[in-house]
């Protein structure tokens, strides 16, 4: 059996300040809050993935409200934002859940928007926390932008994101791994920025597509001269 992985071809992408501005003006609320917010205080946390229960939203949106809820005792005085590009069935439930955690002023969902991989940059880390996975194609465009990545080990996932080096792996369904790992990138700037560096370069060489389209041919030939 030979592993040949997806490849991705890197696409030009929005520099951090426009891919913002360009977000913000799809979602009055996330404009109006971001507004309010000191640019050294906020963390841009992202997603992008279907509204669906087995991407773990959930778990995410409850990790967020224990950040917030642990930051008198922490000290943290920064401010966490957590926007989620995507459409699905479980809308609804998250509006509520939202509701629920009283996160209105932290979590936004932007629906779907089309070619959405190319305002990566707009976030300071990207989350994945998966109940089940494949091998995500969208963890590719998250190496591609450079960001640091927080996802499952799940499917595919880890053989993506080396845990401490190019991102932090946890465990699924579990909140409190996903608050502590925001939290660690969120205050260890020096290091999000190694662990984004390290999965683009792991990304462009090991998941690049000119490697995806070697590999195959190379197996085609392989069967051919037997």
């Not at 699905?88 to 932290?106: P, Q, W």
């Not at 939290?183 to 020096?190: A, N």
Request: proline share 2%.
């Amino acid at each position: 059996v030979t592993t040949i992985y997806n490849g991705i071809k890197p696409e030009a992408l929005m520099s951090k300040v426009n891919a913002r501005h360009e977000l913000t003006r799809t979602n009055s609320r996330l404009a109006e809050t971001l507004s309010k917010i000191p640019a050294n205080k906020l963390v841009w946390i992202g997603t992008i993935a279907e509204l669906h229960h087995i991407k773990g939203h959930d778990i995410t949106l409850r990790a967020i409200r224990q950040m917030i809820h642990n930051q008198t005792t922490t000290g943290d005085k920064k401010h966490y934002i957590y926007t989620i590009i995507g459409a699905g069935e479980e809308r609804e439930n998250l509006e509520a859940l939202i509701d629920k955690l009283e996160l209105k002023d932290h979590v936004f969902l932007l629906g779907h928007i089309e070619g959405a991989s190319q305002y990566l940059k707009a976030f300071d880390m990207f989350v994945l926390a998966s109940r089940s996975e494949g091998l995500a194609y969208v963890l590719l465009e998250a190496g591609v932008a450079s960001l640091p990545v927080i996802a499952t080990a799940v499917g595919g996932l880890p053989e993506i994101v080396d845990d401490m080096k190019s991102g932090i792996i946890i465990q699924p369904n579990k909140s409190e791994e996903i608050a502590h790992a925001i939290k660690f990138l969120g205050t260890h700037e020096k290091v999000k920025k190694e662990y984004g560096t390290a999965l683009h370069t792991k990304i462009l060489e090991t998941f690049s597509l000119d490697e995806c389209v070697r590999k195959t041919a190379q197996i085609y030939t392989a069967t051919q001269d037997r």
